[in-house]
């Protein structure tokens, strides 16, 4: 896929790993809709950069926990760029919280989000590809979805279910759109991390360092252009996951 001239839509794209796969996308020619919760200067300054690589760019507010609002936002998108080419679903949220202490209300504020929104985001993509003559969607999973973590369940139950979701959507929706999914491991680390927490999660992969958030806007890059894979979870770990 030449992404000249196409759209694509990142959710959770104001801020951290969803801006930078965005910036990918804008690098490479798309105009790119920059979907936020409740990042608006973010997603306002986030679009003023990304004009100035020659693109066109728009911030679109949404709770994507409200499946109301993911309609709505998905008629914005299309009525404001005429088309949708790309979705990358990257909006998720991180909670820790050990087995015995979740709550149905940490369970639906997890899940709503990680799974359901991404599967209601790419059931609407879908249906504006499919008009425009396809298109490609990228998930973005975690190590977590292959790595039983007790102290984040609904995390790696979440991940877990998106990584089958790529697969049933990728069998469900060809040959017009393309679903594949990228799953993190050790790349941006939280905001509030320090230097020693920092080594430790270094320590943990095979390759001995942290990742950068390119390596995994380059891997969505390169799914979204090759046109010749499907139904694929490509993991960006450093080798975290030889060493569970």
């Known amino acids: 896929m030449d ?33 936020h919760y409740s990042s608006g200067d973010a997603a306002e300054q986030t679009a003023t950069e990304f004009r100035e690589l020659g693109v066109r760019a728009e911030p ?8 109301a609002e993911i309609e709505l936002l998905f008629e914005e ?7 949708l080419d790309v979705l990358v679903n990257s909006a998720a949220t991180f909670q820790r919280r050990p087995v015995l202490e979740v ?35 990228v998930n973005i999973a ?21 990584v089958m979701m790529t697969r049933v959507l990728a069998r469900a929706l060809a040959p017009e759109v393309r679903v594949n999914a990228v799953a993190p491991g050790p790349v941006l680390p939280p905001d509030d ?6 080594e430790r999660l270094a ?16 891997t969505v890059l390169f ?10 979870t490509i993991v960006v770990d450093g080798g975290k996951s030889l060493r569970s």
């Open 223 to 232: 799914l979204v252009e090759s046109d010749y894979i499907t139904g694929e």
């Open 103 to 137: 709550t149905p209300e940490d369970w639906d504020h997890v899940l709503d989000l990680n799974l359901r929104a991404a599967f209601l985001c790419s059931r609407s993509a879908a249906l504006a590809m499919r008009k425009g003559g396809g298109g490609a969607i």
């Open 60 to 67: 679109f507010q949404a709770d994507l926990r409200r499946p």
């Open 3 to 35: 992404l000249s001239d196409r759209v694509a839509l990142v959710t959770g794209s104001a801020r951290r790993l969803g801006r930078e796969i965005a910036r990918a996308l804008a690098d490479a020619g798309a105009d790119i809709a920059i979907h």
């Open 142 to 162: 975690d190590v977590a979805a292959f790595q039983p973590w007790p102290s984040y369940a609904t995390h790696s139950i979440s991940k877990a279910g998106l």
């Open 203 to 218: 320590q943990l992969t095979a390759l001995k360092r942290l990742g950068a958030p390119d390596d995994v806007s380059k």
């Open 193 to 198: 991390s320090d230097t020693q927490e920092r």
């Open 77 to 83: 998108v299309v009525g404001a760029f005429g088309r």
